[in-house]
């Protein structure tokens, strides 16, 4: 079975997002663009259940996310969803190594060394182990937080401009990492993007404006 | 790194600054606790020396507990470790309170990365519990000393009937009672602050805008008060439990203050006045550290104000407003309690014992008490205003 979400609509004064409704089978690599204010990061942040629908229904893997209770939902979030933010957010006190096995140690499980290991060769990061992100540029602490992400093995990605605050070889690069991460563990990753030339390596593109959401499709390669 | 809770020893070294407040305060509690305590078995250790020679008879510690004397010591005591222990818990549950405050980002990073409520909230006490590894060893420590000290001061200074005090006596009593309070005033002073920090919401990571998610319910009521000022107590009152905790720990200080004094009436006075010291000293050390939290926590708010052209003098009066506010809810709520509790051990101790002494209104006390913590307030206020007004406007506002 496909992860599917089922969507319906989200009103506070302003209706932020007007039933959408799509679904993305796994292992998919999907682009979501559109305006500033026009609902995209409040969509993608319903998916990764930050937050709640007004009403309508998000399903991960046949699962209604929104009818767990919240501390279910944490492990859940913890197990199947994986975060990487404009601001990369990592723990400034941590070393790489400490910050990419930390989601890990919450979850009361053991690092898996040797995927690790892997890990921060394919990230470029195995010299860099046992700096402070204060010590690394920003594609480098990006790519810290992609492998953060990527030890819990999540089965959906979700990305909020992961380029926002990179230049451009730095940004083709973190793509380019997390287009592999997803062919090699089927992994699905939803990312928001402004950029034009991100959007066209996805699998998919849709675009949000005024809430609406359209499929504009496969980009034409 | 075997466990999350690791990074509780790793931050705590890197924001050794932040903490070096609150971590006085418990050592703070737990060195008058250890002090008072350890000072009450010595006089009655004396007491028993002294019977035991008059009477050529044993008498034990419980032989005393009875007497009317021992009552008294281990009463003071008693009503000491309670209010140390409110006040410690209320200095510092506002500072842990501050810190979560400012660090709502990390904690909606937390979240999002898979930390759930109760793991957060655990995190928070452990690490409030963490600071008591050295502050608790320090506390006993100092108590011991000083009270080391003060038995040396009573039996060579005062002599009199404090001869026979031992010298270099060790109080179990007062070692346990000075552990009990470290630990149950950082337990109970974390509570709160740990329910608050598993509330924050994952999406604050995400937006990365921590300041808009807080939302505002009053607009500033300028009324005769200039807008700088107006701001100051606007932002003093914004926060309710924020409030009670600054005045409440103002109150407290003052309360310990006038408690303390009646002691002045009775036979140690020595002890008493080297512990007034101390509160005083405390007390300042707490409003500074209460004010300073205030304005780091708005850095970004000042920031904003100084780029649409706030100027230093009136960022000065803006922080001086909040401050004086706390100081002005403490100083009302501090007087009215000290003064009934003062009246109520006044009647106990001493009323009791000499029928012929009467209850006078402590006028001055209250008046140096009053002028004492204003001081303390514009004391407090200098250093992070001048910060402020030298920091640069874009340093402020691009900080995230």
């Known amino acids: ?221 | 790194m075997r466990s999350y809770l690791s990074l509780i020893p790793i931050s705590a070294r890197v924001r050794r600054r932040q903490n070096r407040m609150t971590i006085l305060c418990i050592i703070f509690a737990v060195f008058l606790v250890t002090a008072v305590f350890s000072m009450a078995e010595m006089v009655m250790r004396m007491e028993v020396e002294r019977l035991k020679e008059k009477h050529e008879q044993e008498f034990t510690i419980q032989a005393i507990l009875d007497t009317n004397m021992g009552q008294n010591l281990f009463l003071i005591a008693g009503v000491l470790f309670v209010l140390i222990l409110i006040a410690g818990v209320l200095m510092i549950s506002g500072s842990i309170n501050s810190t979560v405050a400012q660090r709502t980002k990390f904690f909606g990073m937390m979240r999002c990365i898979g930390m759930s409520h109760r793991q957060l909230a655990r995190f928070v006490k452990l690490e409030a519990l963490n600071w008591c590894k050295t502050a608790v060893p320090a506390g006993v420590v100092l108590g011991i000393g000083s009270t080391w000290i003060l038995c040396a001061i009573l039996r060579f200074v005062v002599r009199e009937e404090y001869t026979t005090i031992p010298l270099f006596g060790i109080s179990l009593i007062g070692i346990v009672s000075g552990i009990v309070m470290g630990v149950a005033t950082v337990l109970l002073a974390a509570r709160s602050p740990a329910k608050r920090a598993a509330r924050v919401s994952p999406l604050l990571a995400v937006s990365g805008n921590s300041e808009e998610a807080k939302r505002v319910y009053r607009g500033v009521r300028t009324g005769f008060l200039s807008i700088d000022a107006a701001l100051g107590v606007h932002h003093a009152k914004e926060d309710r439990k924020n409030l009670f905790l600054m005045a409440g720990s103002f109150a407290l200080s003052i309360i310990l203050f006038l408690t303390f004094t009646v002691l002045l009436d009775l036979a140690f006075v020595s002890c008493v006045y080297g512990f007034l010291v101390i509160i005083a000293l405390v007390s300042i050390l707490n409003i500074m550290n209460s004010i300073s939290l205030s304005v780091s926590g708005r850095m970004r708010q000042y920031g904003a104000m100084r780029a649409v052209g706030m100027e230093g003098r009136q960022i000065t009066k803006m922080i001086s407003a909040e401050a004086v506010t706390y100081a002005l809810s403490g100083c009302v709520t501090g007087c009215i309690l000290g003064l009934a509790i003062g009246r109520v051990l006044y009647n106990i101790l001493i009323e009791g014992r000499f029928p012929y002494a009467a209850w006078t209104f402590p006028g001055t006390q209250l008046l140096i008490v009053m002028v004492y913590v204003l001081a303390a307030t514009f004391a407090a206020v200098h250093a992070p205003s001048r910060r402020m007004r030298n920091m640069a406007v874009t340093e402020t506002t691009n900080e995230l």
């Open chain 1, 1 to 221: 079975m496909s992860p599917s979400k089922t969507y319906g609509s989200g009103e506070t004064t302003v209706q932020a997002l007007k039933n959408v409704s799509f679904s993305v089978p796994k292992g998919e690599y999907v682009a979501i663009v559109g305006e500033s204010g026009s609902g995209k990061s409040t969509l993608l942040n319903m998916i990764g259940a930050l937050d709640n629908p007004t009403s309508g229904n998000v399903l991960i893997d046949g699962r209604d996310i929104f009818a767990m209770k919240e501390n279910r939902l944490t492990i859940f979030r913890r197990r199947n969803i994986g975060f990487i933010f404009q601001a990369f957010n990592l723990i400034p006190e941590l070393t790489v190594e400490q910050n990419i096995i930390f989601p890990v140690l919450l979850d009361y499980q053991k690092p898996d060394r040797k995927y690790l290991e892997e890990l921060l060769e394919v990230l470029n990061l195995k010299e860099r182990r046992s700096h402070l992100p204060s010590q690394l540029s920003g594609g480098q602490q990006q790519r810290v937080a992609i492998g953060r992400v990527l030890l819990t093995r999540p089965s959906l990605i979700l990305a909020d401009e992961p380029t926002g605050n990179l230049d451009t070889q730095n940004s083709s690069e973190v793509i380019a990492l997390l287009k592999n991460a997803s062919k090699r563990y089927a992994q699905t990753i939803i990312m928001i993007t402004h950029s034009q030339s991100i959007a066209q390596t996805a699998d998919r593109v849709l675009q949000v404006s005024d809430g609406v959401l359209t499929d504009l499709g496969r980009c034409a390669e």
